[in-house]
């Protein structure tokens, strides 16, 4: 079992930045694709990043190329969302998730923390 736990949401205007942090534990995420995903109130749960489990590849969202990086760092057991730029649709509860590369949906995803909260506003 692998429980994720995520940090860092917030409130931030346009134009500002947020860095997301997951921490795993239970077991080692070093076998594992990670991601992000979120959900904005009445939307589905949708893929926003993922990194393979040894960092070398990586999958965005195209509205978010650019401007947010993923990484991980196996010895920590941790992964990082480093989010600039932010706009106000980019408000949702973000996840953090592990599971099988590409990791580029949720039915991929094996873990799942609690969420945190991004709200952008204007």
């Known amino acids: 079992q692998v429980q994720l736990v995520e940090s860092g949401g917030g409130s931030v205007q346009a134009g500002g930045s947020l860095r997301l942090s997951c921490a795993a534990s239970?077991?080692?995420?070093?076998?594992?694709?990670m991601g992000w995903f979120r959900q904005a109130p009445g939307k589905e749960r949708e893929f926003v990043g993922s990194i393979s489990w040894s960092g070398r590849m990586t999958n965005y969202l195209d509205s978010v190329k650019g401007r947010f990086t993923i990484s991980r760092d196996n010895a920590k057991n941790t992964v990082l969302l480093q989010m600039n730029s932010l706009k106000p649709e980019d408000t949702a509860v973000y996840y953090c998730?592990?599971?099988?590369?590409?990791?580029?949906?949720?039915?991929?995803?094996?873990?799942w923390g609690q969420g945190t909260q991004v709200t952008v506003s204007s």
């Open positions: 239970g077991r080692t995420i070093s076998s594992f694709a």
């Open positions: 998730a592990a599971g099988r590369w590409p990791l580029l949906g949720t039915y991929a995803s094996e873990y």
